[in-house]
């Protein structure tokens, strides 16, 4: 797509210092969480730097120009159409904060349109750690069950495709809608639904707070109802001594829970594997302790502001590390007893953070704190209670 000819242009007054303001502009994880789903950039004079977003729109292209915290610019070609612009900030000390005048030379269409949206969710981000993109999902509040020719001859529905519902979730715009268990979905805004991976188109051009209309049977009767799409819980952050004192409560509740799964259990027992690459009761054990140090040195890599992911991409998960902890510790009593101290060692951390990593990097500490409070918990009670029982019964 050719570029338009005028350029696009915005200035923004923000809180924070001039050096975050520009880091925003510089750091992949930073970008990632306020402009685009990928960001590789060599920040520096010729350095080149690659940003993917959503539906395959990509641009890549060089720096011109680079002084820290103060100005940078760069070329922006877009793929694969390859309209080429310039991109050009510079960041100002004012009285009240900090000024950030943002320039777009001949943007091509899509930027031009974006660029209010994607500077928005920067100041968001920037300031208050809160990713719009995320806030702004729209929720439905649908629960969804198998669906295939079988079932929709037994509930009598005259459609092969589409979504089964298992319920609805209170407080959503589903349940409000009067949507039921067994009503089968097959249009969303206009949209022809088939499965699950079929919502994403209609949802992304809807926001939180849009009612689009749902076509949906009801046994052999075809009905339509405006549905109002909720949000979902935004995360916020505690105090570091909160969160750290939260954490110690889960981290206990997690140990008690093993002591009572191991009550009885001999070594041997604990060493079994229930079948083959199903892992021991030690070896589960093993694995959540270097969950533990992974974590930590993931918030550290944070702490030190060096580009993250949003997981620990499985590394806890290497068999043989986790077996060379077992092997190492030996016994059932010491792999509890280093699960306990990586438990202590993670909350001291969390209880410590840098006082400018927590209230000038918010988006960074959102993410470790989402982590200890929602991710830690569930791994343990989502995916591997069941694993842990199951383990354990074999074993007897």
């Known amino acids: 797509m ?10 923004i007054h923000t809180t924070a210092s001039p050096a975050e303001a520009f880091r925003f502009f510089r750091h992949e994880t930073a970008l990632r969480d306020w402009l685009c789903d990928r960001a590789y950039l060599n920040a520096r004079i010729n350095g080149e730097l690659y940003f993917l977003f959503p539906n395959g729109y990509t641009v890549q292209g060089k720096f011109i120009d680079y002084t820290p915290d103060k100005h940078l610019e760069f070329s922006w070609l877009t793929l694969p159409d390859r309209g080429q612009s310039t991109v050009e900030v510079t ?33 968001s981000v920037l300031e208050d750690g809160i990713d719009l993109r995320i806030a702004r999902r ?8 198998e669906f295939n020719p079988e079932i929709a001859q037994k509930i009598g529905v005259p459609v092969q495709q589409g979504l089964r ?25 206009g949209h022809p639904v088939s499965d699950f991976d079929s919502l994403g188109v209609p949802l992304q051009e809807l926001h939180a707070g849009d009612q689009p209309e749902v076509v949906f049977y009801r046994g052999s009767t075809q009905q339509s109802v405006p549905l109002t ?19 110690r409560k889960n981290a206990s509740e997690v140990l008690a829970a093993w002591a009572d799964h191991l009550s009885g259990v001999t070594e041997e027992q604990a060493a079994l594997q229930p079948a083959e690459k199903e892992w021991s009761a030690r070896e589960i054990l093993a694995h ?12 550290a890599d944070m702490v030190n502001d060096t580009p993250v992911e949003d997981w620990l991409q499985m590394r806890p998960n290497v068999i043989t590390r986790i077996q060379s902890l077992v092997k190492w510790l030996g016994s059932l009593p010491a792999l509890q007893q280093e699960l306990s101290a990586a438990q202590v060692e993670t909350a001291d951390f969390l209880e410590n953070l840098p006082e400018s990593f927590v209230n000038q990097r918010k988006h960074l500490y959102r993410r470790a704190a989402q982590w200890a409070l929602e991710v830690v918990p569930s791994h343990y009670y989502d995916e591997h209670k069941e694993q842990i029982e199951k383990t354990l019964l074999g074993a007897n």
């Open 229 to 247: 799409l909720s949000s979902f819980p935004i995360f916020k952050a505690p105090p570091p001594a909160e969160l750290a004192s939260q954490y």
């Open 138 to 145: 729209p929720r439905l509040g649908i629960m969804i069950e």
């Open 165 to 189: 519902l298992g319920g609805t979730v209170e407080g959503t715009g589903a349940r409000a809608a009067g949507l039921l268990k067994d009503d089968v979905i097959f249009s969303l805004n």
């Open 288 to 299: 959540f302790t270097l969950c533990e140090r992974d974590y930590q040195g993931w918030v």
């Open 2 to 11: 050719n570029p338009v000819s005028e350029s696009f242009r915005q200035t």
């Open 91 to 123: 960041v100002s000390e004012t009285g009240a904060g900090t000024e950030v005048a943002f320039t777009h030379q001949n943007p091509d269409e899509t930027a031009r349109l974006k660029w209010p949206d994607w500077l928005e969710n920067y100041q």
